[in-house]
């Protein structure tokens, strides 16, 4: 993962056990002085958001205790590796698109990063300026690209 993705997850973290955690164990406390815990909707909704809370932090320290940081800052070259900011062209349409090869927790398409797991970043990953690719779509099209320009940032 990229330095940023990491204190991403680290401030969700931090929030989670520092602020989420202690809010939901004071709503179990109230919700058992109601009395009859079997019909009471307030402590079940409470117990529920509690178990979410700790699944997640549980995910959140697995995840950060075996990431691999990696500043794509520190790399260069026209090779795409993990990291780089790719523009393609639509060979069909000649519509450009930018996009950041980052990590799982960090893809957000609506800000412009895939996951080095998605089927466009495998594609791309080992490929230079100038390079076409196919890339079959999750709906089953097949698309093809020209890389226009390849930067670590």
Do not use: C, W
């Not at 109230?30 to 117990?47: C, I, M, Q, S, V």
């Amino acid at each position: 993962m990229t330095p940023a993705g990491q204190e991403r997850l680290r401030e969700e973290l931090r929030q989670l056990k520092d602020v989420e955690r202690p809010k939901v164990s004071a709503e179990i406390g109230t919700a058992r002085e109601h009395g009859d815990l079997r019909e009471n909707a307030e402590y079940h909704a409470a117990k529920e958001r509690q178990g979410f809370i700790e699944g997640r932090i549980k995910e959140l320290e697995g995840a950060l205790s075996r990431a691999e940081v990696i500043d794509p800052a520190t790399l260069e070259g026209p090779v795409i590796r993990f990291g780089a900011t790719v523009t393609l062209a639509n060979v069909d349409t000649e519509e450009t698109v930018t996009y950041r090869i980052v990590g799982p927790y960090e893809a957000d398409l609506q800000k412009g990063s895939i996951s080095i797991t998605a089927p466009l970043a495998r594609a791309l990953i080992g490929r230079e300026l100038g390079d076409q690719i196919t890339v079959k779509t999750p709906g089953g099209d097949k698309r093809e690209y020209e890389v226009l320009e390849v930067a670590y940032k």
